[in-house]
């Protein structure tokens, strides 16, 4: 499919800021042409090869030097987005870079929006939607597993897949509409058995990346995980031993923490946000009670709980127990892991007493004094994801975009109505209408037949430049 647009676009695609280098990106017919209009080197850019740089200035339109550049020239197909595009490497100061861009719009590049390249390689059949919102994952990235995965589906392993479904769902379609053409003789090209079992499987392989999804948001946004139980019980402490910095003030003195902490830790390549809050209790401190509803909302949001508990305090392990029942079973239903910390200055009755007591649920014992259990914490919190992230390298697919999995969901629902059919004694044309529906929603995973207003909403998440 060939873009619509015949203008050129420009735009800085590297970070604004000061650094070491910008660059500056132009794609369209007359990139060449403009980023030679005011370039000062050796030869001119109008004949130079694809795949060729260039060392010359860039002049401002009164002729005078703004810097000292690096071109590179990508002619078309042979380029990003499959046009003609010209790259230009200057010094990093943001003036500089402003300056070029200027240049290049007053020769006639307009300025590019968000994602606008990536669309037009979209719209051009270099890559699909899919891909095209891998680019952006890949951008954003800031772990092992969602690099991964980023890659996985920009090599188009979730492509290759929607594209063989789609393939035996249009197979089916035009099995059955061949059916119609012979409807007078009451002709089968399929048996219903055997269109019921292949719609089963094919549902079944939908089903399978429907359920990814939850595992790829995991890699792809990280773990929740909230330190909360009550005051000077060691959560401040813990946070320090998992991020291995003195992140949160650690004292004595109880309430310390009256606001949430949030840092991030890699465990086996996956990202977990680790937030420390206030302690729970009752208090007339209207700062510290801010703080604590601050811990609830935590909470809430969480995906994992550490129950902190102090074996040296006062223990009322039954209004513990009775916390964690309720967030295991409250309409949200979250996975605890309870911490008796300090081990080191605690009496192993105890500590005892406490484990007997949380018997029913995960308990690691640790003293952040020694590291004393730290690292088993650690192993506990990683196998709340339970897979690693090399599992992306194999075989398994694994969606992570929310778009793409509620278009699937769609496409999974379409094919049930097609079993219901089957049962009801449906005629071909009627199933034929479930499985079309079936077929758009896992086109619309990769960008085919995809409204303009979808489209545009998938790329204004792009930042510009890219």
């Not at 060449?32 to 005011?38: C, D, F, G, K």
């Not at 996956?270 to 420390?276: L, S, T």
């Not at 909302?297 to 129950?307: G, K, M, N, P, T």
């Not at 071909?428 to 995973?445: I, K, Q, Y």
């Amino acid at each position: 499919m060939k873009t619509p647009e015949n203008d050129t676009i420009s735009a800085i695609i590297t970070p604004i800021g000061t650094g070491g280098i910008a660059v500056l990106r132009i794609s369209g017919p007359e990139s060449i042409r403009i980023a030679n209009e005011n370039f000062q080197g050796s030869a001119s850019l109008s004949t130079a090869q694809s795949h060729t740089v260039h060392f010359g200035r860039i002049e401002d339109n009164n002729g005078s030097v703004l810097d000292e550049v690096l071109v590179t020239i990508f002619r078309a197909p042979h380029s990003y987005t499959t046009e003609d595009v010209v790259e230009i490497s200057c010094h990093g100061s943001v003036f500089v870079a402003r300056k070029i861009l200027d240049v290049l719009v007053a020769k006639g590049a307009r300025p590019a929006g968000p994602g606008e390249f990536t669309k037009r390689a979209f719209l051009n059949g270099r890559i699909d939607l899919s891909q095209a919102e891998a680019v952006a994952d890949l951008i954003s990235a800031d772990s092992r597993a969602s690099h991964e995965l980023a890659l996985a589906q920009l090599r188009g392993t979730l492509s290759g897949k929607i594209t063989v479904l789609r393939q035996r769902i249009l197979d089916l379609c035009s099995t059955l509409e061949l059916e119609l053409d012979f409807s007078e003789e009451g002709m089968e090209f399929i048996g219903r058995d055997s269109l019921r079992e292949e719609v089963r499987k094919i549902s079944l392989d939908i089903t399978q990346l429907v359920d990814s999804f939850e595992l790829g948001k995991v890699y792809k946004e990280g773990i929740r995980v909230v330190l909360a139980g009550a005051p000077n019980v060691g959560k401040s402490s813990i946070l320090n031993a998992l991020v291995r910095e003195d992140r949160a003030i650690v004292t004595e003195i109880s309430g310390t923490t009256r606001d949430t902490i949030e840092e991030t830790i890699s465990i086996g390549g996956i990202k977990f946000n680790i937030i420390d809050t206030a302690g729970l209790r009752s208090t007339d401190d209207v700062i510290e009670a801010e703080g604590i509803k601050r811990t609830r909302q935590q909470i809430e949001f969480a995906d994992l709980i550490l129950l902190v508990v102090d074996p040296t305090q006062d223990i009322h392990i039954q209004e513990d127990v009775d916390f964690v029942r309720r967030l295991i079973g409250s309409e949200k239903p979250k996975d605890v892991i309870i911490v008796i910390n300090k081990a080191d200055i605690s009496s192993p009755e105890n500590i005892e007493d406490l484990k007997k007591g949380f018997s029913t649920f995960p308990v690691v014992v640790v003293s952040v004094n020694t590291g004393l259990g730290i690292a088993e914490l650690e192993r506990k919190i990683s196998d709340r994801v339970g897979r690693s992230p090399k599992e992306i390298r194999g075989e398994s697919i694994i969606v992570s975009n929310l778009r793409q999995k509620e278009s699937l969901a769609q496409a999974l629902k379409s094919l049930e109505m097609v079993l219901h059919g089957v049962d009801r004694g449906a005629t071909p044309d009627l199933l034929a209408v479930d499985l079309r529906s079936s077929l758009t929603r896992l086109s619309h995973v990769v960008g085919v037949d995809i409204s303009e207003e979808v489209l545009n909403n998938v790329f204004l998440r792009f930042c510009i430049g890219k």
